[in-house]
């Protein structure tokens, strides 16, 4: 089998090891007599993949002992709806960092259940640049300030986070780059990503929450929407997602076998330069739709000068093994996500098809 040059936005790529790994364990896991999949969620095979995933997250992003880490379902857009849930109390603000289609997604949420504000936006930019930490303002009152660390559809990425918030606590959407760089985790209250773009397939949601959070859920609010719930029972409040779980496990131990999240980064910093050095070389013929400052490492956006060529790029690239090329379809253009498990080696292939086909159409 070739394996394809896998751009999707999400579900995305995975590691071949990784695939290759859960295929040897498939039908049998560890001499158990049936799958992974087959097996209770608290027999103690189980509640081993549960404790060492929680643990190899911890010591992979460096989480300190005060924060739980959580296995939970919905996806990222349910943490849309439990952050307010949990944290936004009557007479208090939840504020939100206003930088494109994900982050106004948990905005809309977070209306169903109290008051918002937006500390920043960049609307005026178009969502191709990122504001300014710097420049938030967040009021006094706020339960807590939102964040989407990577925008996934504009490929914008913030490239710090800020520092002066008091104590109202920071929660980011990480679902499209979670442990694809160090991040300070005592700068977060809060941090979630759903798992199906840098974490492994869908179907879990990884949420990591600061104690002192937790106790402040709600007790008039269903069971299954606090973390209290999920931390007290160490996500197995009920049927966790557990092949979602287990595969998860086998992603953050390749992280691990490949240099952690560090290495990740220069990884990725040295992959996605051949994709950006291929647009800025083009001489105007492939434009980056991100402002330089903002640029992601996990989802690059351009675009051609014409429509028509953008086409003709996307079926092009098609038959020479490209897959995910095309752009979200809210905003067009062109679009390769490089999350971690996508190989140096596919992004080569694509700066050199992006270079042959500029010298053929250019
Ligand atoms: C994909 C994505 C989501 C939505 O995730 P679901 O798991 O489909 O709910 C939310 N935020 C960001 C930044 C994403 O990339």
Not at 171 to 190: H, Q, T
Not at 205 to 217: N, Y
């Amino acid at each position: 089998m070739k394996r394809a040059y896998n751009f999707n936005a999400g579900p995305a790529a995975l590691p071949l090891e990784v695939l290759q790994q859960a295929q040897e364990q498939f039908v049998e896991y560890q001499g158990a007599g049936m799958s992974i999949m087959e097996m209770s969620h608290r027999s103690a095979l189980y509640e081993q993949v549960n404790n060492e995933s929680q643990a190899l997250m911890r010591e992979l992003f460096g989480i300190p002992d005060n924060y739980h880490v959580l296995f939970l379902q919905g996806g990222a857009s349910q943490q849309f709806a439990m952050i307010p849930m949990n944290l936004l109390r009557p007479g208090r603000v939840g504020a939100y960092v206003k930088t494109g289609a994900w982050a106004d997604k948990a905005l809309k949420e977070s209306k169903f259940v109290g008051e918002t504000v937006i500390a920043a936006s960049s609307e005026n930019d178009k969502y191709m640049r990122m504001p300014n930490v710097n420049d938030f303002i967040v009021p006094d009152n706020a339960a807590y300030l939102h964040m989407t660390s990577n925008e996934t559809i504009g490929g914008v990425q913030f490239q710090e986070f800020p520092t002066n918030l008091g104590n109202v606590p920071l929660v980011a959407d990480m679902s499209s780059d979670i442990l694809s760089r160090p991040i300070d985790i005592s700068k977060f209250g809060l941090i979630y990503a759903g798992a199906q773009k840098n974490l492994g397939p869908s179907g879990v949601t990884v949420v990591i929450v600061r104690d002192d959070l937790v106790q402040e859920s709600p007790k008039d609010i269903p069971a299954i929407f606090r973390y209290d719930t999920h931390a007290k029972n160490s996500s197995l409040y009920n049927t966790p997602p557990s092949f979602s779980v287990y595969m998860v496990n086998l992603v953050l131990k390749w992280i691990k076998s490949n240099g952690g999240v560090a290495a990740m980064e220069q990884i990725n910093r040295d992959k996605t330069k051949l994709i950006y050095d291929a647009i800025d070389q083009s001489n105007g013929f492939y434009i980056g739709c991100a402002h330089p400052d903002s640029r992601s490492l996990m989802n690059i956006t351009f675009r051609i000068q014409s429509e028509e060529l953008e086409k003709q790029f996307v079926k092009e690239s098609e038959q020479n093994g490209f897959v995910g090329l095309k752009g979200h379809r809210d905003v067009g253009g062109l679009r390769a996500s490089t999350y971690n498990a996508v190989p140096h080696e596919s992004c080569k292939a694509l700066a050199e098809f992006m270079a042959d086909f500029q010298r053929r159409n250019g």
